[in-house]
Structures are given as C-alpha cells and as structure tokens.
C-alpha cells in the first residue's frame, strides 16, 4: 500500500466516518492515532470503540490490519526478511495502568501483537523472545503462519545481488482511548529489512517504541529503531507531556533527542501522540510521514509537522 494513498475498504464504516481533509488542527481530539497512512488500522480501531470495546482491544485490533497486509513490507506477514532469509518480528502493548507484554525474534506467527498481549495477561512477565515466544504462543494455540512472501523473496534475491542496506523500517503504532476515558498502545513491525540475523530495534521495547501512562498520556515511534531506542523516545514524548508540553511539542522535543545523538544521520525517526484528554500530536525528523486519526467527525490522513529542514 502506498502511504501516501488514502484507501478506505468499508463503505459503511466510511458513511459514519466522512474523510476529512488532510490537515492537523491544533488541540483538536480523537479516539485513534496511528502511524503512517493506515486508514484501515483506524477503521478497525474504531469499530471496537464503536463496539464498546476496551482501549487494548480497540489498539489490537488496529495493529492486526497492517500484520495481515502481504503489500506491507514492514509489518507481520509479508515483511522483508533478515539476511538470512526469515521474516521475525517484534511487537509490545500498554494499557493505562502501566501494564505491557512483548515479543521478540518471532517466526512462524502473524500476529505478534496479540501474542504480546497474552504475555501481558497471562504471565508476569514482561518480555519473550524468539523460541520462547514462539513456544508460549503454541501452547496458547495462536495460528501458525508461513510469513515469506513470494515478493519478500524476489527482493532478498535483488539485495544479495546489490548488497545495499535495506532502510525499510516503518512500524505500525496506534494508540488509542477508548468510550471510558482510557488509553492504550500497540507497536507491531517486521524490523529493518536485511538485518542481521538475531536483530531487534526499539518497536518491542517498552520507552523506546512505545509508552502509555494512564495519568498523562501515550505515544509510539517508527524510524531507525536504534536511533528511537537510545534516547528511549516514546518515554521522552511522555515524560514531556507529564511536563505540560502539547502532543505535538511532546513529540517534536523527542525528535529533537535523535536528532542530537545522531545529528549527520540520513534515516527518520518520527512520534505519535495522544493525551489522556484525547489531544493528539506527531513530529517527525524528516518530511514524509503521515499520520492517520480517527475520531466521532471522520478519518484523516495529514503530513506532520518536521524540523530537519528547519536546523
């Protein structure tokens, strides 16, 4: 799917919810935030809010959209593989009250985004990763899948042959609040493509692709997932709203936290956020990201704010 292209796959959902036009209005609320051009992530998200359905269901379901899309290179199936030719992924998800589970390195999984809940629910743990995660979610009777595609595979071939570093490394993160006042995050991706084998980046890690507190807010991050994980960004955005900061300040001092690490660097790094109250926000590094909300008025699509061209 390209990101730039608006696509809505329910005729009835889009009834209830009219495209608005693509532009952030400061202070402005919704229900759903998500990385990217995801209308369709939105539109699931939405359903279960429509439904009555808890924040962690309503983040869920959003992330599942895209971990199902074989033309998503970056998320679950369909993902661009490793060196080595597998496809593992990462996945983390929060709710309000500061409860999270993740995974890791998983194969043979489509939806490590729900596995990472049932961690979260039925362990005390925190984090699994790859044949531990893979064993707990056999034994909690997740569907198995194939995750290669027949275009993953062409493209592993023409890499080999060029041996240019892959920088496909977007992230699905929604976040979202639910009819009760709550909120909750989800963070779901392939990882970078071509990486070496055994790599993991910031999507799984609670602080860095994702943070939720219930008393101040949440937000998610996509980009170079070792830039995000250094300064722990999702955590920053928080810790900045905490602070009295906007969403969209919020995110953009985090932006600002990359960009001083890793000042000569040519890769994105980009936030959403959402505050407890429903305001949302996003910054990015460099031009280009989009940004999808869904709330009572509709569905949009906006270009966010960036500072790069601005230093």
């Given at each position: 799917m390209n990101r730039r292209d608006f696509i809505v796959s329910s005729p009835a959902l889009v009834s209830a919810l009219p495209l608005l036009s693509a532009r952030a209005v400061k202070g402005r609320t919704a229900q759903v935030i998500c990385t990217w051009n995801n209308p369709r992530a939105a539109e699931a998200a939405m359903a279960k809010y429509a439904g009555d359905g808890s924040a962690l269901d309503m983040v869920e379901a959003g992330a599942k959209v895209p971990e199902s899309d074989a033309g998503?290179?970056?998320v679950g199936y369909g993902g661009l593989p490793d060196q080595s030719?597998?496809?593992t992924l990462d996945a983390c998800i929060m709710d309000?009250?500061?409860?999270c589970g993740a995974v890791c390195y998983v194969q043979g999984y489509a939806h490590p985004i729900s596995i990472a809940r049932a961690v979260m629910e039925r362990t005390d743990h925190v984090m699994l990763a790859g044949a531990g995660a893979e064993a707990f979610a056999k034994k909690h009777a997740f569907a198995r899948k194939r995750l290669i595609t027949k275009n993953a595979k062409q493209a592993l071939k023409e890499?080999?042959?060029?041996?240019?570093?892959?920088?496909?490394?977007?992230?699905?993160?929604?976040l979202g609040r639910d009819m009760n006042g709550r909120i909750a995050g989800a963070c779901s991706t392939s990882g970078r493509a071509y990486k070496l084998p055994g790599r993991v980046g910031d999507s799984p890690i609670i602080?860095?692709?994702?943070y939720v507190d219930g008393a101040v807010g949440a937000a998610a991050a996509t980009g170079m997932g070792e830039h995000i994980q250094?300064?722990?960004?999702?955590?920053?955005?928080?810790?900045m709203m905490r602070q009295g900061k906007s969403p969209d300040e919020a995110c953009a001092m985090a932006v600002d936290r990359v960009i001083s690490a890793f000042p000569d660097s040519p890769e994105q790094a980009a936030f959403v956020a959402?505050?407890?109250?429903?305001?949302?926000?996003?910054?990015?590094r460099l031009a280009g990201f989009t940004v999808c909300i869904a709330g009572d008025e509709g569905i949009e699509?906006?270009?966010?704010?960036?500072?790069e061209a601005n230093r």
């Open positions: 998503d290179t970056s030719g597998r496809v309000h009250e500061m409860n890499w080999k042959r060029n041996q240019v570093q892959g920088n496909n490394h977007d992230t699905i993160g929604v602080g860095a692709g994702l250094t300064v722990l960004g999702s955590f920053v955005v928080v810790e959402l505050s407890r109250d429903g305001v949302y926000g996003a910054h990015a699509v906006y270009d966010a704010n960036y500072t």
